[in-house]
């Protein structure tokens, strides 16, 4: 496998895990934080900025990721075995 292709499939396992840590942050907030992320979300996202929300209004958001990170490499293991 060349180098850019290696970069789209590790580009496709971020957005994965970014999406899944996302779904779960969401269902764990309560209905205003929930509010406040909608608003805050906009179609150009700063990346840092929403993981900054997330760590600020997801109580066990490091486990969130943790659990989600782990779950993503069980699922992977074997594409890159």
Known sequence: ????????YI????????ESVIERSVSAMDDQAAMEFENFLSPEGDY????????????G??????????????ASSGIFA
């Open 1 to 8: 496998m060349d180098s850019e292709e290696q970069e789209k």
């Open 11 to 18: 580009e496709r396992i971020g957005n994965l895990l970014f």
């Open 48 to 59: 840092n900025k929403v993981i900054s929300f997330l760590q600020e209004r997801v109580p």
């Open 61 to 74: 958001f490091s486990t969130i990721v943790s659990e989600e990170m782990s779950r993503l490499k069980r």
